[in-house]
Nanobody, 124 residues
Framework: QVQLVESGGGLVQAGDSLRLSCAAS????????MGWFRQAPGKEREFVAA????????AYADYVKGRFTVSRDNAKNTAYLQMNSLKPEDTAVYYC?????????????????WGQGTQVTVSS
């Protein structure tokens, strides 16, 4: 069973950067599609970004495109979300997720495994 643990969240100012990490345990972790989602208070969980097992295929939500970059290092069983030019509206709990599916990446229902989440707060 693959387990996911996020880290790297924190409190930053608008315009700052953060890098989130998602460490995956389990020998088959490198074969999964890794996704990032976020959930702000009172809002539904929304898609942020995802990448396939090699990192060569990626997908981004329009509201983070050009600011966030998803990547992974399979040797370390770790996925990353580099977040630049952060805005107050990026404030949320960020979750990483894993799936064996190769379509429907933007839907949380496509993902089988979830981390516990890490808080990102961006002050204006």
């Amino acid at each position: 069973q693959v387990q996911l643990v996020e880290s790297g969240g924190g409190l930053v100012q608008a315009g700052d950067s953060l890098r989130l990490s998602c460490a995956a345990s389990g020998r088959t972790a490198s074969s999964y599609v890794m996704g990032w989602f976020r959930q702000a208070p009172g809002k539904e969980r929304e898609f942020v970004a995802a990448c396939n097992w090699s990192g060569a295929r990626t997908a981004y939500a329009d509201y983070v495109k050009g600011r966030f970059t998803v990547s992974r290092d399979n040797a370390k069983n770790t996925a990353y979300l580099q977040m630049n030019s952060l805005k107050p509206e990026d404030t949320a709990v960020y979750y990483c997720a894993a799936t064996g599916r190769y379509s429907g990446w933007s839907s949380p229902h496509a993902y089988e495994l979830w981390g516990q989440g890490t808080q990102v707060t961006v002050s204006s």
